[in-house]
């Protein structure tokens, strides 16, 4: 599985972006599709993710109500809306992909995923 993520840029406060994370490759059953997102000197952190065949999703609690994470099956595409940006919110942006069957409660952690886009980065001005 190869992902290839899109759509970063540079944004005012308050604004929206669309990020999109295109993948090759099969997918399975259950898979979990995540964003995180990364600053200079600090871990990658959760931002959002589904899985592959449901509709529930799942999102860091600074970016609830903010983000959606959506996708297109035809086009075996993740998306992530985000909405009212903040300057908080600049980081690169990176996809990922783990196994078929991702349980639930490893959702969030980075160690789950072993397919990962090369990043975007998104600058919020303030």
């Known amino acids: 599985v190869q992902l290839q993520a899109s759509g970063g840029g540079v944004v005012q406060a308050g604004g929206s972006l669309r990020l999109s994370c295109a993948a090759s490759?099969?997918?399975?059953?259950?898979?979990?599709r995540a964003w995180f997102r990364q600053n200079p000197g600090k871990e990658r952190e959760f931002v959002a993710a589904?899985?592959?065949?449901?509709?529930?999703?799942y999102y860091a609690d600074s970016v609830k109500d903010r983000f959606t994470i959506s996708r297109d099956n035809a086009k075996n595409t993740v998306y992530l809306q985000m909405n009212n940006v903040k300057p908080e919110d600049t980081a690169v942006y990176y996809c990922?992909?783990?196994?078929?069957?991702?349980?639930?409660?490893?959702?969030?952690?980075?160690?789950?995923?072993?397919?990962w886009g090369q990043g975007t980065l998104v600058t919020v001005s303030s």
């Open positions: 490759g099969p997918t399975f059953s259950r898979q979990g």
């Open positions: 990922a992909a783990a196994c078929a069957g991702t349980i639930l409660s490893s959702l969030r952690d980075v160690r789950s995923y072993i397919y």
């Open positions: 589904t899985r592959w065949g449901e509709s529930n999703t």
